[in-house]
């Protein structure tokens, strides 16, 4: 078995160990295959192997990459910061966006996702107290934003997505991840309608699955370091 194809079994057991111990539904965690700066040839290696959705953060590399790759039939993650330049490209070529954090952007990928296509989901960024980045909104705005993007006719408001501090203990990971999830919850008490934490890397991911992650974004355990 080449590397690649040992380290997505791995991550593949690892993701089924979790949902057993913190009591998750088998399969109720999704990997996205975090695939910047790796090449194209890595993804179709996954890709025949059965992994679907990749996870990408820079436009103009992922669209060569897509150009590449399109004999398969790939789900494409737009997981990076989206500044108002690049919504076109990413409504026109993405299934989701996962770090939407204003509402000028949500409308944007609105107003220029194609007919043809179905809404772009999307995640809210939050930004929980301690982040290094500055993009999210603040836990207090996620009810009224959400709200607001909701009405929006070709997105699709999915849930919530974080990229936490990474340097911290099992203990206080978890906390973290427990407040987003919480917010969540807080979302759903008026409708229920969202099904989406996007949270969890490499070096979090047992935290993230403990509370309640549906979608991991995987880079580095499963391509190696990036350089
Ligand atoms: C790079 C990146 C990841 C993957 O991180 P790893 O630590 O390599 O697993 C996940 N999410 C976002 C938003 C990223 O930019």
Redesign the pocket.
């Given at each position: 078995m080449s590397d690649i194809a040992q380290r997505y079994q791995n991550i593949l057991a690892n993701i089924k160990q979790y949902e057993l111990k913190y009591n998750r539904d088998p399969g109720s965690v999704n990997l996205?295959a975090?695939s910047?700066t790796k090449p194209a040839g890595m993804i179709r290696e996954l890709a025949d192997l059965g992994q679907r959705a990749f996870?990408e953060?820079y436009l103009q590399e992922s669209r060569q990459k897509q150009h590449e790759l399109r004999d398969l039939d790939l789900e494409w993650h737009f997981?990076?910061?989206i500044q108002s330049n690049k919504t076109k490209d990413i409504a026109e070529n993405f299934s989701w966006a996962?770090?939407v954090d204003r509402i000028k952007i949500a409308r944007r990928l609105s107003d220029q996702r194609p007919a043809e296509l179905a809404p772009i989901n999307i995640c809210l960024q939050v930004n929980l107290e301690g982040e290094i980045s500055k993009s999210g909104v603040s836990p207090d705005e996620v009810v009224n934003i959400a709200n607001e993007i909701s009405t929006l006719p070709n997105i699709k408001l999915r849930g919530l997505?974080a990229?936490p501090a990474?340097d911290k203990p099992h203990d206080q990971q978890r906390q973290v991840f427990s407040v987003m999830k919480a917010l969540l919850d807080e979302l759903n008490a008026q409708t229920r309608a969202y099904d989406v934490l996007?949270m969890?890397?490499?070096?979090d991911?047992e935290a993230a699955i403990a509370e309640g992650a549906t979608h991991i974004?995987?880079?580095?355990?499963?391509?190696g370091?990036?350089t």
């Open positions: 996205v975090v910047k996870g953060n997981i990076g910061h996962h770090g997505m990229i990474p996007s969890g890397m490499t070096d991911m974004r995987i880079g580095t355990a499963l391509f370091p990036r």
